[in-house]
């Protein structure tokens, strides 16, 4: 993935609830590394809204913490637009609200799901040491994967 | 036999509760009843703290209106700092004043496009796996890019003035934290970046419009559904008895008009309310200790708050207000579906209000802060966007908090929910021998019009999912509904 245009990180998560802040805080280390050159947003939960957000973009990352991955520290895959069958309206998936912003905006920026392994989601804040492992990981990956290491 | 029916998760509410039905040999409701099963535990996890974190830890209790509760807490705390409301600078009560606008903004708009606008655009019967918000989406999507922008709004004002969209803190004791500059109002008035408040007072009009058509095509629905006699409860302007969410005193009527509770001063509750608590749900039952239990509750909300007020100080809005009770000739409004009504009449008020305050100069002073003699004791009241929510704090000499009580919208929804799913269960549910998904979906739509918060209602801490069973004579579940 090469960067061609306006780049949003939508971190998902919550920082109070341990391996779960790994979206948010992916997010603090990229503003850090590289000031100003990603749009990020913080989220608890994606919302309907988002699709709105989504639409002003050439190209989207999700990034959130994943609780099912084995042996790996982290899964990088395209975001598919899926018609989203929930009974909530509050808790919406990557692909559903891309769904959306397809639908609704017939906008289709080029979007990704970059999930981080974590495997402790209490009420408590910071990383296990597990997560921050993958949590590097997933950082030298990211950069990488769009090309910024040499150009910032 | 008997059946017992059971929906656990009710969906499309804020939280996780339980709804049982019980029906006897030959299909009749025997018993209904909505229970909340997660426990409470905010009000003693606060105990031992700094009385100055409660405006921000409070916040936790709820990803959806944390604004309500970091503003009835900043209530208490002000007192406890020896500031009473009034005492308050003027730009400090105005800033608070349009964050809490902007938080009942985007709230409703929450709640009717995204909660209750599928049961009313696709019906109530439609597949469910279309009957949401995604559904509403595709089928009417003009709509859904104004709700998606109406509260998006609200929520930009709450990042304003509070700094960030979700539990951001904007009251400190005794005032506010920041003012609004210039560039910061100008956002929400020019349009050009995203639609402007005059934008947002017209898309609520045309949203009373969409209510009133929908009612002359399904009147008999919207009148009889869940209707049941009930007091109503809410805060009235202290001047003039007006639509009143910041500040403002207590006023009760019953379901024929008559005043229960007149104008009482918030400090003065606790005289005034009982909380009963039951074996079979976690969420307690507050009612005016005058009236006793069977007479003394009330429903808060939206609809009691149009019920008890004497008017609506925003033009647009108080001819709104005409209309809707010239539907019931003037007389108190009853019928739980109305509730969604009254709900988008105060969205327009929260619109023309929040224009009313971007275009006044107080929100750029420096006045924002006021101290007074410490006291033991705080009591803050404010109308959320679910209803009356109380908050109050009590304090020892290291500022440590002893003692909490909340009594939050919900809680006092608790009856009024009973009653309706009561409602629904014996006249949709009664005799029937075959329980449709559509019939079930019918007691969510009661519930879903007090737009409960059941995680804020038990103070509880993570997510909640809604479930509904049905039991027969001998307790064998015959039917479940669960989605997740």
């Not at chain 2, 009482?264 to 239990?293: C, M, V």
């Amino acid at each position: 993935m090469e960067i061609t245009g306006k780049t949003l990180l939508v971190g998902i998560g919550n920082i109070g609830r341990e391996d779960d802040g790994l979206g948010w805080l992916f997010l603090d280390k990229i503003s850090e590394l590289f000031p100003g050159y990603f749009d990020v947003e913080y989220r608890y939960q994606l919302q309907v809204e988002d699709a709105e957000m989504l639409s002003h973009y050439q190209q989207v990352v999700f990034v959130d913490a994943h609780a099912g991955l084995q042996n790996k520290a982290f899964v990088w895959q395209k975001c598919l637009p899926e018609a989203p069958e929930t009974f909530t309206s509050h808790e919406l998936e990557p692909g559903a609200v891309y769904y959306l912003t397809n639908t609704i905006y017939k906008k289709y920026p080029d979007a990704y799901v970059l999930g981080i392994a974590g495997k402790s989601f209490e009420l408590k804040i910071g990383l296990t040491d597990f997560a921050k492992v993958n949590l590097q990981k997933a950082l030298d990956f990211f950069q990488v994967k769009m090309q910024i290491v040499n150009t910032v | 036999m008997n059946r017992k029916i059971v929906i656990d998760p009710v969906t499309r509410v804020e939280g996780h509760g339980k709804v049982t039905i019980q029906l006897d040999e030959n299909n009749r409701v025997k018993d209904a009843k909505f229970h909340i099963v997660e426990f409470r535990g905010f009000e003693r996890f606060i105990q031992g703290h700094p009385y100055w974190e409660a405006p921000v830890m409070v916040q936790r209790l709820c990803g959806i209106c944390p604004v309500s509760h970091h503003l009835a807490a900043a209530k208490a705390i002000d007192q406890i700092v020896g500031v009473d409301p009034e005492d308050l600078s003027i730009p400090a009560q105005k800033i608070r004043k349009l964050l809490h606008f902007g938080q009942v903004f985007q709230s409703h708009a929450l709640h009717f496009f995204y909660l209750a606008s599928p049961d009313l655009l696709l019906g109530v019967d439609a597949d469910p796996s279309i009957r949401n918000v995604v559904g509403v989406a595709m089928e009417y999507p003009e709509i859904a890019k104004k709700g998606i922008l109406m509260r998006k709004f609200g929520q930009e004002i709450i990042k304003m003035t509070a700094g960030k969209r979700i539990h951001g803190i904007a009251a400190t004791p005794g005032g506010v934290h920041k003012n609004i500059t210039v560039k910061e109002r100008e956002y929400f008035l020019d349009g050009k970046e995203i639609p402007s408040v005059h934008t947002m007072i017209e898309w609520s009009l045309e949203m009373l419009d969409f209510i009133k058509t929908y009612h002359n095509k399904h009147k008999s629905f919207l009148d009889t559904f869940a209707k049941y006699p009930s007091g109503h409860l809410g805060l009235v302007n202290k001047q003039n008895g007006f639509l009143e969410l910041y500040d403002g005193n207590l006023r009760a009527i019953d379901a024929e008009g008559n005043i229960t509770l007149n104008d009482i001063p918030s400090d003065d509750y606790n005289q005034y309310f009982y909380e009963e608590a039951e074996r079979w749900t976690y969420l307690k039952f507050p009612y005016l200790k005058h009236l006793g239990k069977e007479k003394g509750w009330n429903r808060v909300g939206p609809l009691a708050r149009i019920n008890v007020c004497s008017g609506i100080e925003t033009p647009f809005a108080e001819q709104e207000r005409l209309e809707f009770m010239e539907m019931t000739g003037g007389k108190v409004n009853n019928m739980t579906m109305y509730t969604h009504w009254a709900r988008l009449i105060e969205i327009l008020y929260t619109a023309e209000m929040m224009k009313n305050l971007l275009q006044d100069d107080d929100l750029l002073s420096n006045d924002l802060v006021r101290k007074g003699e410490r006291r033991k004791e705080g009591i803050g009241i404010i109308e959320a966007p679910r209803g009356t929510l109380i908050h109050h704090y009590e304090v020892d000499d290291k500022d440590r908090i002893t003692r909490c009580n909340l009594i939050v919208s919900t809680t006092h929804n608790n009856e009024p929910m009973n009653r309706a799913v009561q409602w629904v269960a014996n006249n949709v549910l009664d005799r029937k021998k075959e329980i449709t998904e559509s019939m079930l979906n019918q007691v969510e739509v009661a519930i879903r019009a007090y737009d409960p918060c059941l995680s804020c209602a038990t103070h509880a801490m993570g997510q909640m999912p809604l479930h509904l069973q049905i039991f027969d004579a001998d307790n064998n579940m015959v039917k479940e509904l669960i989605r997740d």
